[in-house]
């Protein structure tokens, strides 16, 4: 569940380090749907984390609004 979770943290920083400063706190509502939908057999690496935030993203009807929200907000999924 840990390394679930920080695979979720480290995909939204990557994706949004040139966004400025960043908290953390935001990217929780995509925790459980990258636990789901991400493979994570590649490790992580900032490749695998990109990928899981477009496969989020592509698959946004099986993800929760607040999730949506976040993946909008840092460049995931167009507006």
């Known amino acids: 569940m840990i390394k679930t979770s920080a695979t979720a ?4 920083v990557a994706g949004a380090a040139t ?6 706190k935001d990217f ?4 459980t749907a ?5 493979d994570r057999s ?5 490749a695998a984390l990109y990928k899981c ?6 698959r946004h ?3 929760g609004q607040r999730c949506l929200d976040v993946l909008k907000r840092y460049g995931q999924l167009s507006r």
């Not at 590649?42 to 900032?46: A, E, R």
């Not at 935030?53 to 592509?58: P, Q, R, V």
């Open 9 to 12: 943290m480290l995909l939204f």
């Open 19 to 24: 966004a400025g400063a960043v908290d953390l």
């Open 28 to 31: 929780m509502p995509c925790r």
């Open 34 to 38: 990258a636990a789901r939908l991400c």
């Open 42 to 46: 590649q490790g992580i690496d900032v």
């Open 53 to 58: 935030g477009a496969t989020l993203a592509s």
């Open 61 to 63: 009807q099986e993800v």
